[in-house]
């Protein structure tokens, strides 16, 4: 693990160029090449990608379906795990039943009152989508090849975002954080927090980008960043979205015709969690991570045709918190 720097920057707004690769912070963005995998269903352009379905993992992989898995961030081993192995040691959450946005608010609440902090969950939240950050860069040969770019929004779905920052560079990435929204700091108490700490940690950059021409200037070669993260929007969204998340989401769209894996945090930006609803516009993901429990809402034909493939991370929510 690389030692924490320590000295205090301050996020800014985006300037040409600063999306850059893993070298000195003056160097150029490394070119990574397009997939060999073939062409990725729904994606244009010339470089596309696939992200294979679940296969069975393999027995190390596996987790028994009555065993409980450790947490993300109490799984020493879940930063050598593949997409299969991090779906094989889920499967638990996986195939629990399927809830809505609602259901998942509510158990959210019923297990802070039963003492579980709002921190722990999105510690344990943040960590599993760095996880799978890690085995999609790595499943696609990117890791390494290009910054990891995590666009956030203010909420908490945002502080998802910055925990996942803070455990990909721990792990030797390079990353750009980027607060998407007009606010000069992210809302909750708990993505602040998380926010705040980034600036200990040695190989990430913050970015401020209150309005579209900042998400413009940053989107100055996207097409060399190894993953971009969509942590901009979790429940709750509907109709049309505002600039500079507007911006952000075609920001994102635009890398992905350009073949660069995309991962969304909890629901594409932005899905209803609930009826599958999408926004205008919508991201399309390679694959999300969402928590506790299956979406109703991503297994809607909506829904499923943009989540891409799904896993579903435990993040410390009690079992009785379930219940209404």
Known sequence: MPAPRRGVTRPRTATAGEVR?????GGSVESAG??????????????ALVVPAATAGSAAESEEPNVPSPL?????TIFGLTLDGLAGRWVR??????IGAEAMRGADRRAQAMGVSSHWLMENAG????????????QTDRWAKGPILILCGPGNNGGDGFVAARYLSRQ????????????????GKDAARNWDRLEAEEHVERIHTPVPRDVAVL???VEKVGVV???????????????????????????RRAGIPVLSVDTPTAVDLTSGDLSDPVVKAHVTVTFHRPKTGLLSRRGSAVAGRVLVAPIGIPQGADRG
């Open 219 to 221: 989107a100055q070669g």
């Open 72 to 76: 993300p961030s109490e799984d020493a």
């Open 93 to 98: 959450t996986t195939d629990s039943a399927p």
């Open 34 to 47: 397009p997939s060999a995998s073939g062409r990725a269903p729904g994606s244009t352009g010339s470089a």
């Open 21 to 25: 690769s893993g070298g000195s912070p």
């Open 229 to 255: 993260v969509d942590a901009l929007l979790g429940t709750g969204v509907q109709g049309p979205l505002r600039d500079p998340i507007r911006s952000a989401v075609e920001l994102i769209g635009r890398a």
């Open 172 to 187: 030797g990435a390079r990353v750009v954080a980027v607060l998407v929204g007009t606010e000069v700091r992210p809302l």
């Open 127 to 138: 960590c599993a989508v760095a996880a799978a950050v890690k085995a999609l860069a790595v």
